[in-house]
């Protein structure tokens, strides 16, 4: 399995990103994907999910309203749209796959929780001055 993060880079505050993360060794359109961060002497937090089949999101309240997870699954890509970001916003954000579907299929806080999941990009780094 190997999760490739890229499109991390530099931007100013109010300024926009789309990370992608191209995923390979698993059947894509059948796992529930994640993007995860983690900012320095901070724990790693989820940020956004996505159900596959469904397509049902589910949001850190942080990132609420600015940021868009979607999924190609003819690409076997993953993306967050970033909008207006800020400086709060600075970690190394991660790419996450559970390998399969979760049992709970609504849309809920447990879609962040890190133990679901099973496979991790090595990350790539937001910068937000």
């Known amino acids: 399995v190997q999760l490739v993060e890229s499109g991390g880079g530099s931007v100013q505050a109010g300024g926009s990103l789309r990370l992608s993360c191209t995923a390979s060794?698993?059947?894509?359109?059948?796992?529930?994907m994640g993007w995860f961060r983690q900012a320095p002497e901070k724990e790693r937090e989820g940020v956004a999910a996505i159900l596959t089949g469904a397509g049902s999101t589910y949001y850190a309240d942080s990132i609420k309203g600015r940021f868009i997870i979607s999924e190609d699954n003819d690409k076997n890509t993953l993306h967050l749209q970033m909008y207006n970001l800020n400086a709060e916003d600075t970690a190394m954000y991660y790419c996450?796959?559970?390998?399969?579907?979760?049992?709970?299929?609504?849309?809920?806080?447990?879609?962040?929780?890190?133990?679901?999941?099973?496979?991790w990009g090595q990350g790539t780094q937001v910068t937000v001055s």
């Open positions: 060794g698993f059947t894509f359109d059948e796992s529930d």
């Open positions: 996450a796959a559970l390998g399969g579907p979760i049992a709970d299929r609504r849309p809920g806080p447990w879609l962040l929780d890190e133990e679901e999941y099973a496979y």
